[in-house]
Every structure is written in structure tokens, then in C-alpha cells.
């Protein structure tokens, strides 16, 4: 299907956010099967727009359909005839939560094979040790697909992800289930574009909640299931392949190290306090994309140099948590090395000028390792991916922030 994109600027954070939403809910409700409000939005915000909107208009606008899971999947039917398609559509478009709602509707309208396969394509999409991976496999899980069917679709199953079992085990163990003592993690919220939230985020907000997920922090399952119940089925289903009960040693060790950094986040990011102005004048580089313009002398804004800080600080624990997989990349021919930085390459465009810089420094392993590093990251958010863009092709800004402790 072609597709044209309109209002493409971001306006979180702006005046004219809720109005300009308003206008984007006006255009679907007057051409309805040609125009989708699409986003960083939520379904408070729509509301919110919506009612102003209708406080003004002789005819009245309704929210998006992308609100209601039925009349979205109704809409996508209308439109496309192949099961799996329509799935991925659904999928894609609805601003619900990944709830048992949905797993319902899901279950209800799509056979368990078209439901297997998508979720098969969505595993394989990802490593299995990366937030992308953790974001499907929670998602599926919260719709109230079965524990044991992920284990046979991600590591039992020959024709599945053939994924090794104790990463797998770990990644699962690593989320936060329903425990009996309240976890500092979960009075956090990381999302972004909470469904029933009314207030815009600013950019500032949105990466610093990118940031939280990147580093680890997760949202409380909705699944039913509770962390004894999950390790009594990873027992059943993987306890032959790896030691389980190590591994629940290894992730209660690491929550309980989570805890100071959480809140260093939360006090960086989450309170965007109106009555707390920061005067931009001060610095040269003010905005996400001005990144790319950065040279030496130039002042950045305290969030966005928080940002590049704590991607720097990403990068140097996946190269000491990876050393073997950073050491066979140093012993590899200028060629193979070459090759893995274009494989691991999925996110961003990287200009020529920056690919003629590497092929000239690929033994620089130093410098190559935090490249490839930054290129590991599941930049598939937008506030991630440009800070991540903007970074790698700006390698004065690389070298001065990866390599020098700014002043």
C-alpha cells in the first residue's frame, strides 16, 4: 500500500502538541479508511485533544480506531485478505496495551499456527541477549501466551530459534514477575506513552526512559504467572539443558544492584519539573539532531550529554560483559572486521565520509570496539536511534566523548 507521512516533526514537550493531535484526529474522522494518527502518542492524549477538538467543531471527531482493538482489526481486514499480514498489522498499529485483552482477541481471530509463526519472525528478529528480544518475549507473554510454548518456540523446537537455553532462561528470569516483597524497580515506570496518560513527554523525558529499558529496567509483567511459578516451568522445560537455580542466584544479585542507579535515573529524567527552566541560550547544542553539527569548543545541553554518557557507559559493560565476542572481532582480517561492523549496521545510516574513516582504522581495536559497541545497541526507538546516529557520525564527538572525560 502506498503511504505518505504528514506532521513528521517531533512536538513533545511543545504548546502545540494537543492542538496539532487534534488536527491529526480531525483528518482520520473526516477520511476515514485514508488517514491513521500515528506516533509518540497515547490514548490520554488523544482524549484530551479530542474533547478540545470537539469543543469547537459542529460535527464531532472521534478517537482513532488504533483505540479500539476490534474496529482496528476490522479496518486492517477490510484492507488485508492474508491472515499473517493482517496480524502484523494489528500488531503494529494498536495503541493498547500488551495485555491479555489483546492476547485475546488475538486468540479469537487468527489460528495458532498464523500466531506461532508471527511470533517466531519477531523472536528471530532480535539477539537473544538484547531489549528487543525481552520487549517480544514480555509481550507475548503478557497476552497470556504459555511460558512453555516460548521455550519450545525459542530453544526446543528444531524448526524454532534454536536460541541457547541459559540465555534464554536468563532473559526470562530477568523480568520483573509478581514477587511477594515490593521491588524499587517496579514504583518506576519506564514506559513511554503510557496508554492512559493525558501528559505529552518531552524528548528529554523519552530518552531518559529509553535509557532506563536500554539499561536494564523493566515494567512489572501482566502476566499471571509469579517468579516461583516461572522457575518451576523453566525447571520442567530447560532444566536438562542448563542449571536454573544458578541462574535465579545470578538475576537476584543484579536487582539488588539496580536499585541506586534506578533512582540516579529517575532523578535525571523522569521529573521534568515546569517550574524548573534551564536556559538554553547557554548552550550551543540544544536538540538531539544538532548533535551531528558538534565541534570542538561547542556546549551541549546537561540532558543530552547525560544521554551520550550513559551510552558510553552501555557500550564499556557490553565490552567487558562480551570480551570473547570483542576479541575474535580484533582477530578477524580487516575484510571479516569490516564485514560484522555493516552486519551489526541494522538501525541507522552511517555516512561514507565515517565508513572511509573506519576502513582506515579498522586495527585502531580501541576505537573499533566502541563503534561496533554503539552499532550493537537495539536502536529501534527514536530517541535511542538518533542519539546513537548522530554519535557514530559525528566522530569528533566520538572521539571526544568515548575516548576524552569532557570538561
Known amino acids: ?89 494489528l500488531m ?64 526446543l523446537d528444531p524448526d524454532g530459534c534454536n536460541f541457547d537455553a541459559q540465555k534464554f532462561a536468563k532473559s526470562v528470569l530477568s523480568m520483573q514477575w509478581a514477587i511477594h516483597e515490593t521491588n524499587p524497580v517496579d514504583l518506576i515506570s519506564t514506559k513511554i506513552n503510557a496508554s492512559d496518560s493525558d501528559k505529552p513527554k518531552t524528548v528529554n523525558s523519552m530518552l531518559g526512559k529509553t535509557l532506563l529499558q536500554m539499561a536494564g529496567f523493566r515494567e512489572e509483567m501482566k502476566s499471571n504467572l509469579s517468579f516461583e511459578e516461572v522457575v518451576r516451568i523453566l525447571c520442567n522445560q530447560l532444566g536438562h539443558l542448563c542449571n536454573i537455580d544458578l541462574l535465579v542466584d545470578e538475576v537476584n544479585e543484579k536487582d539488588r544492584n539496580l536499585t541506586n542507579l534506578l533512582e540516579d535515573f529517575h532523578t535525571k529524567f523522569d521529573n521534568d519539573s515546569e517550574g524548573e527552566v534551564v ?12 548533535l551531528i553539527l558538534w565541534k570542538p569548543g561547542d556546549t551541549i545541553h546537561p540532558s543530552l550529554e547525560e544521554g551520550i554518557t550513559k551510552v558510553k557507559e552501555f557500550v564499556e559493560k557490553l565490552l567487558e560483559r562480551d570480551k570473547d565476542f570483542f576479541e575474535d572481532f580484533q582477530n578477524m582480517t580487516e575484510n571479516d572486521k569490516m564485514r560484522k561492523l555493516i552486519q551489526f549496521n541494522r538501525f541507522f545510516y552511517i555516512h561514507k565520509r565515517v565508513w572511509d574513516e573506519v576502513a582506515l582504522n579498522l586495527n585502531d581495536s580501541r576505537r573499533m570496539h566502541k563503534i561496533l559497541g554503539v552499532l550493537s545497541i537495539q536502536a529501534d526507538e527514536i530517541n535511542i536511534n538518533k542519539l546513537c546516529k548522530y554519535l557514530v557520525n559525528n566522530q569528533a564527538l566520538f572521539q571526544a566523548y568515548f575516548f576524552v572525560t569532557p570538561v
Request: charged letters at 25%; one cysteine or more.
Open 92 to 155: 503494529n498499529l494498536t495503541m493498547r496495551e500488551q495485555d491479555m485483552e489483546l492476547g485475546k482477541l488475538v486468540r479469537m481471530h487468527f489460528s495458532s499456527e498464523t500466531i506461532a509463526a508471527y511470533y517466531l519472525s519477531q523472536f528471530k528478529k532480535h539477539k537473544i541477549v538484547t531489549y528487543g528480544f525481552s520487549t517480544v518475549l514480555s509481550n507475548y507473554l503478557n497476552k497470556g501466551f504459555s511460558l512453555e510454548g516460548a521455550c519450545e518456540l525459542c530453544v
Open 1 to 89: 500500500m502506498d503511504k505518505v507521512s504528514v506532521f513528521e516533526a517531533k512536538t513533545q514537550g511543545e504548546p502545540f502538541h494537543i492542538p496539532l493531535l487534534a488536527i491529526a484526529c480531525l483528518i482520520e474522522s473526516r477520511f476515514p479508511q485514508h488517514a491513521m494518527v500515528y506516533g509518540d502518542l497515547s490514548i490520554g492524549q488523544m482524549e484530551k485533544a479530542v474533547k478540545w477538538a470537539n469543543s469547537i467543531l459542529k460535527k464531532p471527531i472521534e478517537l482513532t480506531e488504533r483505540a479500539d482493538n476490534e474496529k482496528l482489526l476490522m479496518r486492517i481486514k477490510q484492507v488485508l485478505k492474508d491472515e499473517a499480514a493482517a496480524l502484523e498489522a
Open 279 to 290: 536556559n538554553r541560550i547557554r548552550y550551543t547544542i540544544t536538540a538531539v539532531e544538532d
